[in-house]
């Protein structure tokens, strides 16, 4: 059964950086068009970076230039590097690909706050 099991989340300081996991089980991941996705306390979920089983990466506008997505097929993982942290990407950060449907990791917790 498809499994992804987001890590890495936690306080950092405005300026700040985070790296993020995903953890995918289940699915043929290497073949898996694959992104990250933000909700943030009382608005809806978004986009924020995705990566096409060949390496192509896209990255919503807010993040581009500080957040780096990233994969390792060999190890079925999925990352995010985040750098120069702001308070506005205070959110709970998920894993998700298109051919996952509707299924959802629990996502992981990211707190930027001086």
């Avoid at 909700?39 to 995705?50: F, L, N």
């Avoid at 990407?89 to 894993?95: I, K, M, Q």
Wanted: proline letters at 4%; one cysteine or more; charged letters at 15%.
């Amino acid at each position: 059964q498809v499994q992804l099991v987001e890590s890495g989340g936690g306080l950092a300081q405005p300026g700040g950086s985070l790296r993020l996991s995903c953890a995918a089980s289940g699915i043929t991941f290497r073949l898996n068009h694959m992104g990250w996705y933000r909700q943030a306390p009382g608005k809806e979920r978004e986009w924020v970076a995705s990566i096409s089983s060949g390496g192509v990466t896209n990255y919503v506008d807010s993040v581009r230039g500080r957040f780096t997505i990233s994969r390792d097929n060999a190890k079925n993982t999925l990352y995010l590097q985040m750098y120069s942290l702001k308070p506005d990407d205070t959110a709970v950060y998920y894993c998700h690909g298109p051919s996952l449907g509707t299924y959802w990791g629990k996502g992981t917790l990211v707190t930027v706050s001086s």
